[in-house]
């Protein structure tokens, strides 16, 4: 098991005060190499799952353990440094929005998770320039994200979740924001990646392509696992 929720509750604040349930006490395990899809309406906490599952936001209350190579984190008992050290060595994130970074160029933007982690310079340029050949952008090194298609930003943008080798990838939407030739290329792109590397792969999606690729489908409703 890779990944283990239990019991996880998230209530945010809105206008005027007034509190909104969006996780109402949800329990969910993963297994290793698993493919799996999250669906459910717009609005029903799949992103927001995806985000404490991650580590990037912390649940009101409940427990998230993640186990990789023989260890056990268990999020409520990290600290920060932590928690960002856990991030960047075992987990990758691919939003709807690639987020890649204006100013630096497609090279630059896979190089960062790298550099963060200690690469050197060289290593990490080395591993990203592979990368990108991988993912089908080789020729696109020294644009920046302005000069690039939306498919190949968020090619780029899947070569930057892998460069750490991470163990478990977290997708929102990752053909969302595509048109269906670039989604379908995409969604090929991913399925061939995850059995090339053993990824665990747990994708927030509206995609019923992406859902018929998957391993098994959760479904969401009222802040609760339905299926």
Known sequence: MILKAD?????????KGKEVPVLKGLSLEIKKGEFVALMG?????????????????????GEIQLNINGNSYIYSNMTEPQL??????????????????PEFTSLENVMMPALINGDSFALAGRK????????????????????????????????????NEPSIIFADEPTGNLDS???SSVLELIVKLRKEWSLTILVATHSQSIASASERIITLGDGQIVN
Do not use: C, W
Not at 136 to 154: A, M
């Open 84 to 101: 960002s050290r856990v991030r960047n060595n075992h987990i990758g994130f691919i939003f709807q929005f690639h987020h890649l970074l």
């Open 41 to 61: 309406p717009s609005g029903v906490g799949k992103s927001t799952l995806l985000h404490l599952l991650g580590s990037l936001d912390s649940p009101d209350s």
């Open 181 to 183: 030739a670039n989604a």
């Open 128 to 163: 990203a320039k592979e990368l990108m050949e991988s993912v089908g952008v080789s020729e696109r090194l020294d644009h920046k994200p302005s000069e690039l298609s939306g498919g190949e930003q968020q090619r780029v943008a899947i070569a930057r979740a892998l460069i």
């Open 7 to 15: 019991n996880l509750k998230k209530t945010y604040s809105k206008v």
